[in-house]
């Protein structure tokens, strides 16, 4: 009587491993996609083919096109593996901890820039389907809120700490963030006033210094 065959053992984390490699590719490849045809005329067997996966495993993974959309938002959010939420990964997380008020500014400040950097390209696309894809307009509302939800941390840890400018609401603070800190305002002083990256970043930070810190505190050199 033969011995019968041992089973092999159910590599589950090289099964996960290939399944987060073969995401990674999709959202790669989505993201120049989106960047060279527009949302509209990229298709999931598009994104499927060039990544080299199953049209199945996108729907899997993705649920729909909207979905691929918002995983590669997530993603480039966040800039980290895996996507954590924003205020859960490196840069957020050293803001917070900083005491000094304006040298917590300068810190969002850096840190929003390098998620600008990412995201804009793709926020344009998404923007740019919104306009005629009620899926995606509704997606652009949810990040939008998303945004305003961490950057009202900023405000809120000044409050906490009495280095918010008296008389200022920690959400007044918070929308005047989400408004001066926007994609939009970064792209309009970038490409019409021809601004470099770093003097956006000198004005950004000089000019939530002075709006949301008291005087005695929101003192320094402009940039020019």
């Known amino acids: 009587m033969s011995k019968p065959k041992k089973r092999r053992s159910y590599d589950a984390s ?3 491993l290939r399944a987060e490699e073969s995401r990674e590719r999709v959202l790669d490849v989505a993201r120049r996609l989106f960047a060279t045809r527009g949302y509209a005329e990229t298709t999931i067997e598009a994104i499927a083919t060039e990544a080299d996966v199953a049209v199945p495993t996108v ?8 979905g691929v959309l918002s995983a590669l938002m997530a993603r480039l959010v966040s800039g980290e593996p895996g996507a954590p939420p924003l205020l859960q990964t490196a840069g957020p997380r050293r803001v917070m901890a900083e005491t000094d008020p304006r040298r917590m500014l300068a810190l969002f400040v850096a840190d929003l820039s390098g998620v600008q950097e990412r ?9 740019s389907a919104a306009r005629t894809e009620p899926d995606v307009a509704e997606l652009l509302a949810r990040m939008q809120a998303y945004r305003f939800s961490n950057i009202e941390t900023v405000p809120a840890k000044l409050a906490e700490s009495g280095a918010l400018r008296p008389g200022l609401s920690v959400e007044d603070a918070a929308r005047t963030i989400w408004a001066l800190a926007s994609p939009e305002v970064r792209q309009m002083v970038l490409t019409f006033a021809g601004w470099s990256g770093e003097r956006y970043r000198a ?9 949301l810190l008291p005087p ?3 003192g320094g050199s402009k940039p020019t």
Do not use: D, G
């Not at 995201?119 to 923007?127: A, D, G, L, N, S």
């Not at 004005?203 to 709006?211: G, I, K, P, R």
């Open 14 to 16: 090289r099964r996960r």
């Open 59 to 66: 729907y899997a993974a993705f649920q729909s096109k909207r």
């Open 119 to 127: 995201v804009i390209p793709t926020y344009e696309v998404m923007k």
């Open 203 to 211: 004005w950004l930070e000089e000019t939530l210094a002075a709006v």
């Open 216 to 218: 005695a505190s929101s």
